[in-house]
């Protein structure tokens, strides 16, 4: 069996390090984007002007994150990638590059999903799936649909880091190849999103008395801090399930190739 070129930063992890090597502290760099996402994605609820300027940012904002992250995890991995080597301005590119086709996808979505029931008003909710990796969205099937964009993107970055350009058919055909591993763990992302977002539901109204005892300014403060926690955990344990998976992936296919 021959192995697809987008596993190849994968190659050195067949006799080293475990999942225990992906410590968090490896992803911090990814905060001030994280904090940036946190704060648009508060004040854009404010206005329909700001939503239609914060939103859109705030996908850029996760974006440069997710970017940071998987950099890192693959690193952890002792995967070989040329991530590291991208200048600001080619991430931006790289970005807007993978964000405007991940939109098609969701739009994509959106069509389906409104083919089985689902209310037109939801529509802008499935354009920002992307958004439900860090964040809550309601919706039975947006953490689904988080998942599925997360692992579509990890293989995006990963074949950027390969010096390729990133094609979601490239992504998807991955996808498919190694289904027996990739599938599973999105629908796992998925219900891992769902109760990630009951969770934060409850802790939210849990915490409403503490921002109404306490100054606006703190309130502030506080309800942004534990928001930017909360994104942090859940940008931290995608990525390095999508490492994992993905690696556990091609160790799978290492061992049927000695075999045969």
Same mark, same amino acid.
């Given at each position: 069996m021959q192995n697809s070129d987008i596993s190849l930063p994968y190659r050195k992890t067949l006799q080293r390090r475990e999942l225990t090597r992906f410590a968090p502290f490896l992803i911090l760099e990814s905060i001030p984007w994280l904090f940036a996402a946190t704060v648009f994605r508060t004040r854009a609820q404010g206005s329909g002007g700001a939503l239609l300027v914060g939103l859109p940012l705030v996908q850029l904002f996760v974006f440069m994150a997710f970017l940071l992250a998987a950099r890192r995890m693959i690193s952890a991995a002792d995967g070989g990638t040329s991530l590291g080597r991208l200048q600001f301005k080619n991430q931006l590119a790289l970005a807007r590059t993978i964000l405007r086709r991940l939109l098609g996808l969701s739009v994509i979505a959106s069509v389906i999903a409104v083919g089985f029931g689902a209310s037109p008003k939801t529509i802008v909710?499935?354009?920002?799936?992307?958004?439900?990796?860090?964040?809550?969205?309601y919706g039975h099937a947006i953490p689904f649909l988080s998942a599925f964009l997360a692992a579509v993107m990890f293989l995006m970055v990963v074949e950027k880091g390969m010096d390729r350009e990133p094609k979601v058919k490239s992504a998807l055909m991955e996808i498919v190849s190694r289904w027996r591993y990739l599938v599973p763990a999105v629908f796992l992302f998925g219900?891992?999103?769902?109760?990630?977002? $009951?969770?934060?539901?409850?802790?939210?109204?849990?915490?409403?008395?503490?921002?109404?005892?306490?100054?606006? $300014?703190?309130?502030?403060?506080?309800?942004?801090?534990?928001?930017?926690?909360?994104?942090?955990?859940?940008?931290?344990?995608?990525?390095?399930?999508?490492?994992?998976?993905?690696?556990?992936?091609?160790?799978?296919?290492?061992?049927?190739?000695?075999?045969?």
């Open positions: 909710f499935y354009w920002l799936g992307m958004d439900g990796i860090v964040f809550y969205w219900l891992f999103f769902t109760g990630a977002n $009951a969770l934060q539901t409850h802790v939210d109204v849990a915490l409403e008395p503490v921002y109404q005892a306490v100054s606006p $300014a703190f309130g502030r403060y506080f309800y942004t801090g534990y928001h930017l926690l909360f994104s942090y955990v859940r940008l931290w344990l995608t990525v390095a399930a999508l490492t994992y998976t993905i690696r556990a992936s091609y160790r799978a296919s290492a061992s049927v190739d000695t075999a045969s």
